[in-house]
């Protein structure tokens, strides 16, 4: 920088100096409102401006954060030294900057360092930027930096580019009031980042049209939008290859595509928190029922196949349970009291009887013939009843360990002859197999009636029956069968396939009951997560993928750990915590949007690099803000409340120095939509459609609803 430039655009000198704040007093003469000697006029001094402090390594990069007035006795005025004899306090202006960066001239330009390793001192000259410099300080001129998101109102509208793989590479955050713009800003990065990825494709694809070398390409990216509020379904109906999931409220709708999360997608977490599953009793019965169903073993033409396999996964699980209690040594087989085997034992004797029984097949009633034996033999020996002051009094006396493995001996019999014991062969109570919702049912009443503690295990059962007959979730939680919906279908569908790019997928959560809500936000977002972990593991690359959560505090909310009982709200927060802490290894990255921080998951919250401040009128929520950015910089932050729509700040790991940001205009048809009630159009009759009330309709579907908790499912296991 010549002198002759510092001079022209001299402003004041610096007064003070402490590393997050610097003092300037200005010049007399300095600009009032705005400054001209930068060639364009620009607005001086204003708050969130930029002020330069050259010095021998560039220039000091510093944003006003503090503008005011201070009475001094000592004016210094160039030319009129006079104020000393007369020793009145005078008006002098000053102002505070936080030190940001450094501006460093180079051959072709500026370009901006981050940090500052050497301060200025009392006495040296600040400056007003020209243009290219201002341009140089907000532009973000690094390599990656693609995306044009907006411009710098304060830098004479500077375009302002961010880099896609620090903005969504480490979690954006956009904070805001409702209505402040964060939707749209969230709507806006989606479709800037898509168009920007695909012009460049075009130029590249002309290139090699010349050169007829390389193949034609598509943009590779991937959007997953949680959308709670359903205000994104129109924003990018003009884009190909977005998907819309909502729970349909017409079979024939066409215009969305049921939601589906079915339950044999859960894992034995997500079951136990839903299912309210205590620990100690109803959480193992709850993973030995999962792990039992998913295990179908291989499965082939046999007409009696199907049999089969619920024989043997039902009498392996049994055999499973008394090989514990032999394991577990004496105690386990008392005949009285907290461990009693004998009632166990009673109740899989009468199993056997039952199924053997009922078998059509002679082949297998046959197998059972031993199994029914020895199995009653044991159970009445040891079976004791005697009359006591009239009273009849049952109990068991003490197994022996023989007793244990003669069971154990003639149980593994039978499951030879059916094929053998269905255990570990794979999947575990976590995996994601198909399995019916009613065999499940069934599979899991069988095994609870051999548990000692019933009176724990019935209201479980009534708990998980009436989730999976609630009419209004079934379309979301039930198959028809293994094909109606795969695993490699839900991935395709959900997060993108190759024949499907770039592709946008928005998932309407607005018309899922809330007791349900998290828990299939738990189960998508857990299951993209692995696939992009898998992804990894395959493939050593990682897949590229941004998950978008709108109104985050709902979704991602701060919780308190009470007891040993998990709420899926709290499993929610859970999932994205693990993303938000570990999705950057596998290319997932997360934006979250929300209007009230101070109630978001903190781990989520300090996990996210960059962030995109709207208007935030809350002293708890400015609060929470100004603690996520260094001191120095939370003087920007205090335009938070007064920030008009479509302006917010970025600051973070996506730009190289703080600056306010004029977003893009979306047009009206790319905005989401969020719909405030129509009060006074509904009231004088000017709303699109009219509002009549038809309360009997309403009634009808609602009264409707509690008919299916009396139509149980077929159980052909609780005959
Ligand atoms: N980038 C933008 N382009 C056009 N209009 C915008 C933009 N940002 C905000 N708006 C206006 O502000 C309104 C509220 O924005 P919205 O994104 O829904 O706020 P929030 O999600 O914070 O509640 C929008 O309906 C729109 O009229
Ligand atoms: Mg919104």
Same mark, same amino acid.
């Given at each position: 920088?010549?002198?002759?430039?510092?001079?022209?655009?001299?402003?004041?000198?610096?007064?003070? +100096?402490?590393?997050?704040?610097?003092?300037?007093?200005?010049?007399?003469?300095?600009?009032?409102?705005?400054?001209?000697?930068?060639?364009?006029?620009?607005?001086?001094?204003?708050?969130?401006?930029? *002020?330069?402090?050259?010095?021998?390594?560039?220039?000091?990069?510093?944003?006003?954060?503090?503008?005011?007035?201070?009475?001094?006795?000592?004016?210094?005025?160039? %030319?009129?030294?006079?104020?000393?004899?007369?020793?009145?306090?005078?008006?002098?202006?000053?102002?505070?900057?936080?030190?940001?960066?450094?501006?460093?001239?180079?051959?072709?330009?500026?370009?901006?360092?981050?940090?500052?390793?050497?301060?200025?001192?009392?006495?040296?000259?600040?400056?007003?930027?020209?243009?290219?410099?201002?341009?140089?300080?907000?532009?973000?001129?690094?390599?990656?930096?693609?995306?044009?998101?907006? +411009?710098?109102?304060?830098?004479?509208?500077?375009?302002?580019?961010?880099?896609?793989?620090?903005?969504?590479?480490?979690?954006?955050?956009?904070?805001?009031?409702?209505?402040?713009?964060?939707?749209?800003? $969230?709507?806006? /990065?989606?479709?800037?980042?898509?168009?920007?990825?695909?012009? #460049?494709?075009?130029?590249?694809?002309?290139?090699?049209?010349?050169?007829?070398?390389?193949?034609?390409?598509?943009?590779?990216?991937? !959007?997953?939008?949680?959308?709670?509020?359903?205000?994104?379904?129109?924003?990018?109906?003009?884009?190909?290859?977005?998907?819309?999931?909502?729970?349909?409220?017409?079979?024939?709708?066409?215009? +969305?595509?049921?939601?589906?999360?079915?339950?044999?997608?859960?894992?034995?977490? #997500?079951?136990?928190?839903?299912?309210?599953? =205590?620990?100690?009793?109803?959480?193992?019965?709850?993973?030995?029922?999962?792990?039992?169903?998913?295990?179908?073993?291989?499965?082939?033409?046999?007409?009696?196949?199907?049999?089969?396999?619920? /024989?043997?996964?039902?009498?392996?699980?049994?055999?499973?349970?008394?090989?514990?209690?032999?394991?577990?040594?004496?105690?386990?087989?008392?005949?009285?009291?907290?461990?009693?085997?004998?009632?166990?034992?009673?109740?899989?004797?009468?199993? +056997?009887?039952?199924?053997?029984?009922?078998?059509?097949?002679?082949?297998?009633?046959?197998?059972?013939?031993?199994?029914?034996?020895?199995?009653?033999?044991?159970?009445?020996?040891?079976?004791?009843?005697?009359?006591?002051?009239?009273?009849?009094?049952?109990?068991?006396?003490? !197994?022996?360990?023989?007793?244990?493995?003669?069971?154990?001996?003639? *149980?593994?019999?039978?499951?030879?002859?059916?094929?053998?014991?269905?255990?570990?062969?794979?999947?575990?109570?976590?995996?994601?197999?198909?399995?019916?919702?009613?065999?499940?049912?069934?599979? /899991?009443?069988?095994?609870?009636?051999?548990?000692?503690?019933?009176?724990?295990?019935?209201?479980?059962?009534?708990?998980?029956?009436?989730?999976?007959?609630?009419?209004?979730?079934?379309?979301?939680?039930?198959?028809?069968?293994?094909?109606?919906?795969?695993?490699?279908?839900?991935?395709?569908?959900?997060?993108?396939?190759?024949?499907?790019?770039?592709?946008?997928?928005?998932?309407?959560?607005?018309?899922?009951?809330?007791?349900?809500?998290?828990?299939?936000?738990?189960?998508?977002?857990?299951?993209?997560?692995?696939?992009?972990?898998?992804?990894?593991?395959?493939?050593?690359?990682?897949?590229?993928?941004?998950?978008?959560?709108?109104?985050?505090?709902?979704?991602?909310?701060?919780?308190?750990?009470?007891?040993?009982?998990?709420?899926?709200?709290?499993?929610?927060?859970?999932?994205?915590?693990?993303?938000?802490?570990?999705?950057?290894?596998?290319? *997932?990255? /997360?934006?979250?949007?929300?209007?009230?921080?101070?109630?978001? =998951?903190?781990? $989520?919250?300090?996990?996210?690099?960059? !962030?995109?401040?709207?208007?935030?009128?809350?002293?708890?929520?400015?609060?929470?803000?100004?603690?996520? $950015?260094?001191?120095?910089?939370?003087?920007?932050?205090?335009?938070?409340?007064?920030?008009?729509?479509?302006?917010?700040?970025?600051?973070?790991?996506?730009?190289?120095?703080?600056?306010? $940001?004029?977003?893009?205009?979306?047009?009206?048809?790319?905005?989401?939509? =969020?719909?405030?009630?129509?009060?006074?159009?509904?009231?004088?009759?000017?709303?699109?459609?009219?509002?009549?009330?038809?309360?009997?309709?309403?009634?009808?579907?609602?009264?409707?609803? %509690?008919?299916?908790?009396?139509?149980?499912?077929?159980?052909?296991?609780?005959?």
């Amino acid at each position: 920088m010549n002198s002759h430039e510092i001079y022209n655009s001299s402003i004041g000198t610096v007064e003070s +100096v402490s590393p997050d704040a610097i003092k300037v007093l200005l010049d007399i003469e300095a600009p009032q409102s705005t400054s001209i000697n930068t060639g364009i006029p620009q607005a001086f001094p204003r708050i969130n401006g930029f *002020l330069l402090i050259p010095n021998e390594g560039g220039a000091i990069i510093g944003l006003i954060t503090w503008i005011g007035i201070e009475y001094s006795p000592y004016p210094k005025r160039k %030319g009129y030294k006079d104020f000393d004899l007369v020793d009145l306090p005078f008006p002098l202006r000053k102002l505070s900057l936080s030190p940001i960066g450094v501006l460093k001239e180079k051959v072709d330009g500026y370009e901006v360092e981050r940090g500052i390793y050497s301060y200025p001192s009392v006495g040296d000259v600040v400056i007003v930027p020209n243009q290219e410099q201002l341009k140089a300080i907000v532009e973000n001129k690094e390599a990656g930096a693609k995306i044009r998101i907006g +411009v710098s109102p304060l830098a004479a509208n500077a375009p302002i580019f961010v880099n896609p793989d620090k903005l969504f590479g480490r979690h954006l955050a956009v904070l805001g009031n409702t209505g402040s713009g964060k939707s749209c800003t $969230v709507a806006g /990065l989606i479709r800037w980042s898509i168009e920007g990825a695909t012009e #460049e494709l075009e130029t590249e694809k002309k290139k090699a049209r010349e050169e007829k070398s390389r193949e034609e390409k598509k943009v590779n990216a991937r !959007f997953i939008i949680l959308d709670p509020n359903g205000e994104y379904s129109e924003a990018f109906s003009d884009l190909a290859n977005v998907r819309r999931y909502a729970v349909k409220l017409k079979e024939d709708d066409q215009s +969305v595509e049921q939601l589906k999360v079915p339950a044999w997608m859960w894992n034995s977490w #997500e079951w136990a928190s839903i299912s309210q599953a =205590s620990e100690k009793t109803q959480r193992p019965l709850l993973r030995r029922a999962l792990r039992e169903i998913r295990n179908k073993g291989n499965q082939n033409v046999d007409p009696l196949a199907e049999t089969k396999v619920e /024989l043997r996964r039902y009498y392996t699980s049994c055999w499973t349970e008394i090989k514990n209690d032999l394991d577990k040594g004496i105690t386990a087989f008392k005949g009285k009291g907290k461990n009693n085997f004998g009632k166990k034992l009673k109740s899989i004797v009468t199993d +056997v009887e039952n199924d053997s029984d009922e078998i059509k097949d002679e082949s297998i009633k046959k197998a059972f013939d031993n199994v029914k034996e020895v199995l009653s033999r044991i159970e009445k020996n040891k079976f004791k009843i005697y009359q006591e002051e009239g009273e009849t009094v049952e109990y068991y006396d003490n !197994f022996e360990k023989q007793n244990l493995e003669d069971i154990l001996q003639s *149980l593994n019999g039978f499951l030879e002859s059916l094929g053998g014991l269905l255990i570990y062969q794979g999947p575990d109570e976590d995996t994601p197999i198909f399995f019916d919702n009613d065999d499940f049912l069934g599979h /899991l009443r069988r095994i609870a009636r051999q548990q000692t503690s019933q009176q724990y295990i019935d209201s479980f059962i009534m708990r998980v029956e009436s989730l999976l007959t609630d009419k209004r979730i079934a379309s979301v939680i039930h198959t028809e069968s293994a094909e109606e919906k795969t695993l490699l279908q839900w991935l395709n569908d959900y997060i993108g396939s190759d024949e499907r790019q770039p592709s946008i997928t928005i998932v309407d959560l607005s018309l899922l009951p809330s007791e349900i809500l998290y828990l299939i936000v738990s189960v998508m977002a857990r299951l993209i997560f692995e696939a992009h972990h898998r992804y990894k593991k395959l493939n050593s690359d990682v897949l590229p993928t941004v998950m978008v959560v709108d109104e985050a505090h709902d979704l991602i909310k701060q919780y308190k750990i009470a007891d040993d009982s998990i709420s899926s709200q709290q499993l929610c927060t859970q999932i994205f915590e693990k993303i938000a802490k570990e999705g950057r290894k596998f290319g *997932l990255g /997360l934006v979250i949007a929300s209007q009230r921080p101070s109630e978001l =998951s903190q781990t $989520v919250l300090s996990q996210c690099n960059t !962030f995109l401040l709207h208007r935030i009128v809350s002293d708890r929520d400015q609060e929470m803000v100004k603690r996520l $950015v260094p001191d120095s910089l939370s003087g920007i932050l205090n335009e938070l409340p007064v920030l008009p729509s479509r302006k917010a700040i970025l600051l973070g790991w996506a730009a190289p120095v703080p600056v306010m $940001v004029e977003i893009n205009e979306l047009k009206t048809e790319q905005r989401p939509k =969020s719909k405030d009630p129509d009060f006074w159009d509904v009231w004088t009759g000017k709303a699109e459609r009219e509002r009549k009330v038809d309360w009997r309709e309403i009634v009808d579907d609602w009264q409707g609803q %509690g008919e299916t908790h009396e139509k149980k499912p077929n159980d052909d296991a609780n005959n």
